[in-house]
């Protein structure tokens, strides 16, 4: 069983920068596929950003390549996204999630997921 609790959402304009962070408890999160998603109201929820299980490689949406960076501290058990360059269209519940497969991209495969932080992107 894995706990994920994602923090560090907040209000912010146009352009500005935020960093989200997901703690893992439970067991090490270097044993799971960790995802990043958000849901906006009114849409699916989408996939933003990932780490690989076996490979550790990353893998980001093409809405955020570029803009957005997915890294992880192994020693605190905790993954990050920093947001860069925000648009009003950034804005959602970003959630953290994890899982013991490979597949990165597809959110009905991930088995554990954080309550979400909201991200608000002012324009």
């Known amino acids: 069983q894995v706990q994920l609790v994602e923090t560090g959402g907040g209000l912010v304009q146009a352009g500005g920068s935020l960093r989200l962070s997901c703690v893992a408890s439970?067991?090490?999160?270097?044993?799971?596929?960790m995802g990043w998603f958000r849901q906006a109201p009114g849409k699916e929820r989408e996939f933003v950003a990932g780490?690989?299980?076996?490979?550790?490689?990353?893998y980001y949406a093409d809405s955020v390549r570029g803009r957005f960076l997915i890294s992880r501290d192994t020693a605190k058990n905790t993954v990050y996204l920093q947001m860069n360059s925000l648009k009003p269209e950034d804005t959602a519940v970003y959630y953290c999630?994890?899982?013991?497969?490979?597949?990165?991209?597809?959110?009905?495969?991930?088995?554990?997921w954080g309550q979400g932080t909201q991200v608000t992107v002012s324009s």
């Open positions: 999630a994890g899982r013991r497969g490979n597949g990165v991209t597809t959110p009905g495969a991930y088995n554990y």
């Open positions: 780490f690989r299980r076996n490979t550790g490689g990353t």
């Open positions: 439970g067991r090490t999160f270097s044993d799971y596929t």
